[in-house]
Nanobody, 120 residues
């Protein structure tokens, strides 16, 4: 059994910062990638940022230069530092884990989501 625990959402004013954290625990042989997605009301879920097992990162165009994703491999934790937040960043943010519970087996797991609200 693998679990994801997200934390760090909340209400912030335009221009402010928030830090989201997601910790994975359980029967994990290898974490392959971790990512953050978001879904605003009435919109499709979109990639915010992703970090591979080797530390390579990619970001959604709308957050480049403002958000930074990082990971702690020893603790299977991924952090999303969000700066210069805008009302358009308001959404439910989901952590996604790509992992192997054993060799040559690949699974994904989504967190429960954490709400980020940016007031104007």
């Amino acid at each position: 059994q693998v679990q994801l625990v997200e934390s760090g959402g909340g209400l912030v004013q335009t221009g402010g910062s928030l830090r989201l954290s997601c910790a994975a625990s359980g029967s994990i042989f290898r974490v392959n990638a971790m990512a953050w997605y978001r879904q605003a009301p009435g919109k499709q879920r979109e990639l915010v940022a992703r970090i591979s097992s080797g530390g390579s990162t990619n970001y959604g165009d709308s957050v480049k230069g403002r958000f930074t994703i990082s990971r702690d491999n020893a603790n299977n934790t991924v952090v999303l530092q969000m700066n210069s937040l805008e009302p358009e960043d308001t959404a439910v943010y989901y952590c996604k884990l790509d992992f192997s519970p054993r060799l040559a087996r690949f699974l994904e797991l989504w967190g429960q989501g954490t709400l980020v609200t940016v007031s104007s």
